[in-house]
């Protein structure tokens, strides 16, 4: 990572929130730059702060990399949802590849849906996520959740393929695709070779995880390791 991005990552510190959130990131950037988002099979609830303010942006499930300019300055945090977690105001099939800004009510509140809620922060991020389940606004998919926990089998399911396309606004197939491609990468990332990588995550070889990452995540598992591994 370069020098002039600091990026924090940690999970939900609670096993209510983690019914939800994937993760929680925040990342500070020290300068202008152009920064890679790529998918990984969540979506996310973004506050960022940059010259003109706070902006508060959902963003939906991506399935090809999206480029993001960065200014000196810019900072944000965000929180990641699992796949099977929705808004059923706005659910995946309205949000793929696109993005919708909440409105702020004052200097510490946001409105979501209609529901004004105090601005959270990277370290309290939990709460404003159950306040949402509270009133509501959040949603988690029963069968999306059993077929995340056995690894997306059954993807010709047709119950599967209809609750895919309205909960994350992706096919089954291209989801398990996406998800298995993130895991690949940060395989990698901590230096995994790649062959050991294709062999645990059932590519046909190492060719074929080339193959996926480049048309996925549009990067080749070179790229991806560390510059010493």
Same mark, same amino acid.
């Given at each position: ?85 929705? $808004? %059923?105001?706005?659910?995946?099939? @309205? $949000? ?49 959740? @059993? ?46 070779? %790649? ?35």
């Amino acid at each position: 990572m370069p020098s002039d991005i600091r990026r924090q990552t940690r999970p939900a510190d609670s096993p209510s929130a983690a019914r939800f959130i994937a993760r929680i990131d925040q990342v500070d950037y020290a300068a202008s730059t152009v920064d890679v988002a790529r998918p990984d099979g969540t979506w996310d609830l973004v506050f960022r702060h940059g010259r003109d303010g706070l902006m508060v942006l959902q963003t939906g499930q991506t399935d090809h990399v999206v480029h993001l300019p960065i200014e000196a300055g810019d900072r944000y945090f965000c929180i990641a949802f699992r796949p099977e977690v929705y $808004m %059923p105001q706005r659910p995946g099939a @309205r $949000m793929t590849n696109r993005g919708h800004v909440h409105a702020l009510a004052g200097r510490r509140d946001c409105v979501i849906d209609g529901q004004r809620l105090e601005l959270p922060t990277f370290d309290n991020a939990e709460h404003f996520v159950l306040a949402l389940a509270r009133h509501g606004l959040l949603e988690v998919d029963g069968l999306l959740r @059993r077929a995340a926990e056995s690894g997306w089998r059954n993807l010709d399911d047709r119950s599967l393929q209809r609750h895919s396309a309205h909960v994350t606004g992706l096919s089954p197939k291209k989801l398990q695709q996406i998800v298995r491609a993130d895991v690949a990468a940060r395989l990698l990332q901590q230096g995994v070779r %790649p062959a050991e990588v294709a062999v645990e995550l059932g590519y046909s070889d190492q060719a074929h995880l080339s193959h996926s990452l480049r048309r996925i995540l549009g990067a080749t598992p070179g790229q991806l390791r560390p510059a010493d591994a």
